[in-house]
């Protein structure tokens, strides 16, 4: 009897047991992710990087928040950031998120979703059913160059060259991927991959194309490769041939001509046999004519070729003395030796155009800061210039004038050379008051415009202020 009535209790406890076990599951929290249809692959970066999970999810109390997590290939979570929640139903949302800009890339990772409660789903599945997916933030997403964007170099029999990615404007990150430090490269020849080289040069000893990819696994866009170069081969080191852009003999203008050298893989120019510090690339652009050479590494080999550069333009000289002293009443005849075709000449006096002066020489008798022009308008315009200054003597010439005539030999306030230097001030006041001229280191050349006589000559007022002290005094214009 004890025994019957212990085995029907025990009957009971099991059956409440199970009934309690049922009741709770009615109430359990579920979250169910859709099938990622489409969604093959997330490939983010800095143009694009928007993504959308939708869910279903049962029994969460109000205020459950959800956010979305990657799960590396040891099922350790990475948090995504979150753009918007998406309520579709009352148990039904789509998140959008974004994949995290420091992500390591792979192509193992799976995608979940996680509550506020700390409930997570199983891993989302493609069409497929499969659960994991490449993921890649892409840091550098454009096209750059390799080999200082040639799409050529030369290999000799043993020798070899290394090809680099190219480090882009300096200061600017993103005009050159290896300005990222993480990432890799896939490097190709013949289009097809070269196995094992991952690294942002390339050492290549034997002739094809070759160009590289940035490794993004899955994710690799091979419309973001770099420029390709054929590599060919030279049995001997050949010759180089050097061109010029203009052409030689050349018309020497601006930056000059440019020469370009045979491609190669390393470069050093010459002029009249002598290194030219700095000139170290494939071209280099000159103004001045001479013999220049190159001596151009092929990778194993090299070669030297030479160009005899002339310019077309022409040749001046001037017999001016620069500082020359000119004596009291001494003239001082200034000449210009070119052998420019149809040469034209313009003299200056103080930056001042001398009128009615376009002869080969020009007689100086006053002092100043002088300047000739030579201009060759025909076949290879091109010009000329030389500057030289006139100073005078002292004694008499200290005296410092007070009458200017516009229409004499010198239509200009020159005052002695004493007070024309950076510690003397000079200032020149009209009749009315207003302030005309406020320098230091006076150069002789006021007026420089025209002045306005008004039927009546002009009087100005001058302040010379200096280390010897302060001068004053009133300056008479006429024509």
């Keep these: 009897m004890i025994q019957k009535t212990t085995l029907s209790f025990t009957k009971f406890l099991i059956f409440v047991s199970i009934l309690f076990f049922a009741k709770g599951n009615l109430h359990a929290q579920t979250i169910v992710p859709q099938q990622l249809d489409g969604l093959e692959k ?77 409930y997570a789903s199983p891993r989302f599945r493609n069409s497929q059913g499969v659960t994991s997916f490449p993921a890649y933030f892409k840091d550098y997403e454009t096209t750059f160059s390799i080999n200082n964007k040639e799409t050529s170099a030369t290999i000799c029999s043993g020798g070899s060259i290394t090809l680099s990615i190219d480090n882009g404007t300096t200061g600017v990150p993103s005009s050159s991927p290896v300005n990222y430090p993480n990432l890799k490269y896939i490097w190709y020849k013949d289009n097809v991959v070269i196995a094992g080289q991952s690294a942002k040069t390339l050492t290549v000893n034997s002739a094809g ?7 993004y696994g899955s994710c690799t866009d091979t419309n973001f490769s770099s420029n390709h170069v054929t590599v060919g081969n030279s049995s001997s080191s050949g010759a180089v041939v050097i061109n010029s852009s203009l052409g030689n003999p050349f018309c020497s203008s601006g930056t000059g001509t440019v020469l370009t050298a045979t491609s190669g893989n390393r470069y050093q120019w010459k002029k009249d046999g002598a290194n030219i510090n700095g000139a170290t690339n494939r071209t280099y652009s000159t103004n001045e004519s001479g013999v220049y050479s190159v001596e151009v590494d092929f990778g194993g080999c090299s070669a030297t070729g030479s160009i005899n550069l002339q310019s077309n333009g022409f040749n001046a000289s001037i017999d001016a003395q620069d500082g020359y002293k000119l004596s009291e009443g001494e003239t001082l005849n200034v000449a210009v030796t ?86 003397t001030k000079v200032m020149i006041i009209s009749s009315n008051g207003d302030m005309v001229l406020d320098v230091v280191n006076y150069q002789g050349d006021w007026p420089k415009s025209n002045i306005d006589f008004k039927n009546v000559n002009p009087v100005y007022y001058y302040v010379i202020q200096g280390d010897t002290g302060e001068k004053k005094g009133s300056i008479t214009v006429i024509k």
């Design 209 to 215: 194309d070759y160009f590289v990819t940035i490794d």
């Design 42 to 118: 997330l490939c983010a970066g800095n143009s694009f990087n928007e993504f959308y999970a939708t869910f279903s999810y049962v029994n969460f109390p109000a205020g459950t928040t959800f956010t979305v997590e990657l799960l590396d290939a040891s099922n350790n979570p990475i948090a995504t950031t979150l753009l918007q929640t998406v309520d579709l139903s009352a148990t039904q949302k789509t998140i959008k998120f974004a994949v995290p800009v420091n992500l390591v890339g792979s192509d193992n990772y799976g995608l979940r979703i996680k509550s506020s409660q700390t």
């Design 338 to 423: 070119t052998d420019a075709t149809a040469p034209s000449f313009e003299w200056y006096l103080n930056d001042n155009l001398i009128t009615g002066e376009t002869a080969s020489s020009y007689l100086v008798k006053v002092k100043g800061n002088y300047k000739v022009k030579i201009s060759q308008s025909s076949g290879c315009v091109a010009t000329k210039e030389f500057s030289f200054r006139i100073n005078g003597d002292s004694g008499p010439a200290s005296v410092i004038p007070n009458i200017i005539k516009l229409s004499g030999m010198n239509p200009y306030w020159n005052i002695p050379d004493e007070y024309k230097n950076a510690t």
